[in-house]
């Protein structure tokens, strides 16, 4: 167990459709990274906060959005869903800005 | 040219062998390299964490990085049929900015 958190494991939802994935890092780490992983496209970096704030992004589409709140937990955003957004989606933290050191369970999410 | 290259395998070995896993990057600017290992369906679990060149030891693994080639390896000795997984290599900048991840090693180990 790696002390991420995020909820829910699974979730299906139709094309068009607004979906939040919540992320809870480890105690006392700051960093907060979103990945998208795909069979095709491997694992992809789309975005980190660091203690609230935005810190880098990567190949993350306009359709998605994340936040990063006080209690440090995390949100990722996904509107305006498509066939093409079926994935795993992994939220990893760290106590810097070092690197994703440790990586939660993951959501799969369907878009039918 | 992707910034980090890694063979997708599949790489398939005896119980007891050494795997040499390896990846290659463009970048110099990367200073942190991680190995993880997942299993099919789980998050990637970190195996190795190094800062710069040199080589590091736990147990079984051993990370080498050797930055003026641009070449990091993981070494896993007495391989077991429970280090069948994929293996991600990573790299992140200096200041730690979004880590790149190379695309994963299938490894199987036969009993």
């Known amino acids: 167990d790696s002390g991420v958190t995020q909820t829910p494991k699974h979730l299906i939802t139709a094309t068009g459709q607004r979906v939040t994935l919540r992320c809870s890092p480890r105690s006392g780490d700051l960093s907060v990274y979103w990945y998208q992983q795909s069979l095709d496209q491997g694992l992809q970096f789309l975005i980190q906060?660091?203690?609230?704030?935005?810190?880098a992004k990567g190949n993350i589409l306009e359709r998605f959005s994340a936040q990063q709140f006080p209690d440090l937990h995390s949100e990722l955003n996904l509107s305006s869903l498509e066939l093409g957004d079926s994935a795993l989606y992994f939220c990893?933290?760290?106590?810097?800005?070092?690197?994703?050191?440790?990586f939660g369970p993951g959501t799969r999410l369907t878009v039918l | 040219q992707k910034e980090v290259e890694q063979d997708p395998g599949p790489l398939s070995v005896p119980e007891g062998a050494i795997v040499s896993l390896n990846c290659t990057y463009s970048?110099?600017?990367?200073?942190?390299f991680m190995w993880y290992r997942q299993y099919s369906r789980k998050g990637p679990e970190l195996l190795m964490y190094t800062y710069s060149s040199g080589n590091k030891e736990d147990g079984r693994f051993t990370a080498q990085v050797d930055k003026s080639s641009k070449y990091i390896s993981l070494f896993i000795r007495d391989s077991q049929p429970s280090d069948s997984a994929t293996y991600l290599c990573?790299?992140?900048?200096?200041?730690?900015?979004?880590?790149?991840f190379g695309a994963g090693t299938r490894l199987f180990v036969k009993a």
């Open positions: 970048n110099s600017a990367f200073q942190y």
């Open positions: 990573a790299m992140s900048y200096t200041g730690g900015f979004k880590t790149i």
């Open positions: 906060y660091y203690n609230g704030e935005e810190r």
């Open positions: 990893a933290s760290s106590v810097e800005s070092q690197g994703s050191r440790f």
